[in-house]
């Protein structure tokens, strides 16, 4: 059974932190891309960082440079997204989404395979 999980969502204040993670259970992280999404009400959804595989580099949507790291923890089979300096235009469902390709695209959503159900960031004082 082939399953992504995304936690650690929640209200939180402007200018404040957050750490989403994405763990995987029926398959390993190790040799997929993984990206982390966003949409807010009424909004498409849009690609907010990738992580590849097979040159590890990271990659992010210029709204989020400078605030948000994406990181990969093989030993617990779990891709990480820490959000820093948040914003309230930052208040989104976030989903993570795993490519078997390896490598991040352009368009972050190309070759994804799996999606997991989101977990939801409100930023509001």
């Known amino acids: 059974q082939v399953q992504l999980v995304e936690s650690g969502g929640g209200l939180v204040q402007p200018g404040g932190s957050l750490r989403l993670s994405c763990a995987a259970s029926?398959?390993?992280?190790?040799?997929?891309?993984v990206g982390w999404f966003r949409q807010a009400p009424g909004k498409e959804r849009e690609g907010v960082s990738c992580?590849?595989?097979?040159?590890?580099?990271?990659y992010y949507a210029d709204f989020v440079k400078g605030r948000f790291t994406i990181s990969r923890d093989k030993s617990k089979n779990t891709v990480y997204l820490q959000m820093n300096s948040l914003k309230p235009e930052d208040t989104a469902v976030y989903y993570c989404?795993?490519?078997?390709?390896?490598?991040?695209?352009?368009?972050?959503?190309?070759?994804?395979?799996?999606w997991g159900k989101g977990t939801l960031v409100t930023v509001s004082s």
């Open positions: 989404a795993t490519s078997s390709i390896g490598v991040c695209y352009r368009k972050f959503d190309y070759g994804m395979d799996y």
């Open positions: 029926g398959f390993t992280l190790d040799y997929s891309a």
């Open positions: 992580i590849s595989n097979s040159d590890g580099n990271t």
